[in-house]
């Protein structure tokens, strides 16, 4: 990547919060680019500093150490009101004494824009999120899903450079959502802004985004591609925080991971030193249910849950270990039955800690 | 089976009586006052049937002229003072976290609902006193800048108030949307602030008209309000013309909160 294609640039930033307990670290030494018009998502559990992140790129909060560039210009000192960046708050902050309209404007008043043009962007953007008949309407007569719509009007209409979005559809009902994450790419699309998303929601993140940044107290653990981090995470917590996977503990000796259940798989990427403790991990969908003594492990069917087109079939190895296989359609075995597990060598990966 | 009832006041034996003796305290007083504004008798305890004839002559009175524009410019020009200053205090107070001594300024700010109002009346006589001898002013600026000074806390409450209910998110979305800090505080927060504001200018307007006891003894010769005229004719020869002053007194009164109240009520 060359230095043109940064929207954002993060180095080395720090953030402390004071507490009554000792200083909180929201932020532990976070590094990031971000690229020009790219969907970037923010992932990870609550009070990880997904938050703090993108309040110290809005300007809210300056960061304790490090630098924040934008478009490649030190913006770490600049106020909010001088970044070429919005932000459509959690709780939609829109201004509840001015119509949706005045609040669109808003912006572009502040800028001093020209009346006529600020009138021409309001309708322009109106039209986009669809909402040319609330004009009007104050905040408080709209719908949750409408007032979404207009908080994401309010910061698109200056044009930013970047728009930051701070889990925007967490108090929308399902279909809204799903409706919304639709209208959010689209509208990612037709403008071309490069989108910083958050969300605890690692479908949501997979389904919407360009790029994820797993994120873990302040600190990033993964940046990539939904499907890299998918497929390749690179630590116990992120496979276990994408999506559902089975862990496997073992010992390393002779080249192979020693289960306790008795098993021995072979060690993904190359031979791992002697005695080392190793955590495999095989997503459910990688394993195949055969016939007892046909497969790498051998385990017994405690559960099958269905859901929607699949179902998860949970089974316990001999030594207890849990295990989940996702089963299409076809004939289900019963609980209890003993089965073998097989799966291909390279659905299996070893994890760090 | 008898459900358990939760307490109640209103059980209680005696409950009703101790209700009606109260309003009777509370109200006889008020509504023989207002009822004797229309005698048409010389004497304010003898009924001589129904008249406005008070009500003109307070109305043609000059000293009651004089004393009602006087009172007027002072609860104006006080409230006025009291209200901008308590709109800084309750913005320095409130849009922040908590702060270390917040409780002392808080006291500060609340002073005067808790210092006898004699201590501060005597304390202000003394103090304007030197400043009279060592200027030669003799205006109506100490008026004013007592009652300034006792209607702050009740201008501080309600604003108070007002900026507490009000989302900090929405300061921080203007400021996003490019708005300098002046310009987030007159277009956003100052009217989303303003019902505050003007419920916190009434009551401030209203606690300055009737104020008697800080006015008698700060008040310079010829400097009467309409209370401390009131007082003052009481004290001579009382005539009906007090029941018509203090009946329209009370109208104004009543209904300067009861748009304080309208206006407070209203959600932020
Ligand atoms: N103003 C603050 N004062 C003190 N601590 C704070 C403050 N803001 C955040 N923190 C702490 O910093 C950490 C990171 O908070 P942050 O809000 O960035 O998390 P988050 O990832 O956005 O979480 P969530 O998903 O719950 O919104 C948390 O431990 C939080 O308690
Ligand atoms: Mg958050």
Redesign the interface.
């Known amino acids: 990547m060359t230095e043109d294609d940064a929207a954002v640039e993060i180095r080395s930033a720090r953030k402390e919060y004071p507490s009554a307990a000792g200083p909180v670290r929201a932020l532990d030494d976070v590094s990031l680019t971000i690229r020009k018009g790219e969907f970037f998502t923010l992932l990870g559990p609550s009070g990880c500093g997904k938050t703090t992140l993108l309040r110290l790129i809005?300007?809210?909060e300056t960061p304790d150490a490090g630098r924040i560039l934008l478009e490649g210009r030190d913006i770490t000192d600049d106020?909010?009101?001088?970044r070429p960046?919005?932000?459509v708050?959690q709780?939609y902050?829109l201004?509840?004494?001015l119509s949706v309209a005045r609040n669109i404007a808003?912006?572009l008043e502040?800028?001093g824009r020209p009346a006529a043009e600020t009138r021409a962007r309001v309708a322009q953007i109106l039209r986009l999120v669809r909402m040319e008949e609330m004009a009007d309407r104050r905040p408080d007569q709209l719908s949750g899903g409408q007032q979404q719509r207009v908080a994401l009007a309010?910061?698109l209409a200056?044009a930013p450079r970047v728009l930051l979005l701070d889990e925007p559809l967490s108090a929308l009902d399902l279909k809204l959502r799903k409706e919304m994450q639709r209208e959010l790419k689209r509208l990612q699309h037709e403008t071309g802004i490069t989108f910083v998303f958050v969300t605890h929601d690692q479908e949501e993140a997979l389904t919407m985004s360009d790029r994820v940044g797993v994120m873990r107290g302040g600190r990033l653990q993964q940046v990539g591609p939904p499907r890299e981090i998918y497929a390749r995470p690179v630590n116990r917590f992120v496979a276990d925080f994408i999506g559902e996977t089975n862990f496997l503990e073992g010992v390393a000796r002779g080249g192979a991971v020693h289960l306790p259940a008795g098993a021995a798989l072979p060690a993904p990427g190359g031979a791992p030193a002697e005695g080392a403790r190793i955590t495999l991990t095989v997503r459910p969908e990688h394993l195949r249910l055969n016939a007892p003594g046909a497969g790498r492990l051998e385990a017994t069917v405690a559960e099958i849950v269905y859901f929607g087109p699949a179902a998860h079939c949970h089974m316990k190895l001999d030594d207890g270990t849990p295990i989940v296989a996702r089963l299409e359609e076809g004939r289900m075995p019963e609980p209890g039955a003993r089965v073998g597990l097989d799966f291909a060598p390279g659905a299996l990966q070893a994890l760090e800690d | 089976m008898a459900r358990a009832r939760p307490f109640s006041a209103a059980r209680l034996p005696g409950f009703a009586a101790m209700a009606a003796a109260t309003f009777l305290i509370l109200y006889a007083p008020i509504a023989t006052l207002v009822i004797y504004s229309f005698n048409g008798s010389d004497s304010v305890a003898v009924w001589g049937g129904f008249s406005l004839k008070w009500y003109g002559a307070a109305w043609e009175n000059a000293q009651v002229q004089e004393a009602t524009m006087r009172s007027v410019v002072i609860a104006l020009a006080a409230s006025g003072i009291a209200t901008v200053t308590a709109t800084m205090a309750a913005l320095g107070t409130t849009r922040r976290g908590r702060f270390p001594g917040q409780t002392l300024i808080y006291a500060i700010i609340n002073q005067p609902l808790m210092a006898p109002e004699i201590v501060t009346a005597v304390a202000l006589l003394i103090f304007f006193s030197s400043i009279k001898v060592a200027t030669g002013y003799t205006g109506l600026g100490y008026l004013i800048l007592a009652h300034a000074a006792f209607c702050v806390p009740f201008a501080y409450l309600p604003i108070r108030a007002r900026l507490e209910s009000m989302?900090l998110?929405?300061e921080?979305?203007?400021?996003?949307?490019?708005?300098?800090p002046w310009?987030?505080f007159r277009?956003?927060t100052l009217?989303?602030l303003a019902p505050g504001i003007a419920a916190g200018a009434m009551l401030a307007f209203v606690i300055s008209l009737d104020d008697v006891i800080i006015t008698e003894f700060v008040k310079s010769a010829g400097q009467d309000t309409l209370p401390t005229y009131m007082l003052g004719q009481i004290r001579r020869a009382a005539t009906p013309e007090v029941n018509a002053i203090s009946t329209v007194l009370l109208a104004v009164t009543v209904a300067l909160l009861s748009l304080f109240f309208a206006v407070t009520r209203k959600r932020a």
Do not use: E, I, K
């Open positions: 809005a300007g809210f106020p909010p009101n001088r960046v919005n932000t708050f709780s902050a201004f509840p004494h808003f912006g502040m800028l309010r910061a200056p | 989302d998110t929405l921080t979305a203007a400021a996003d949307l490019y708005a300098t310009l987030a277009r956003v009217p989303l």
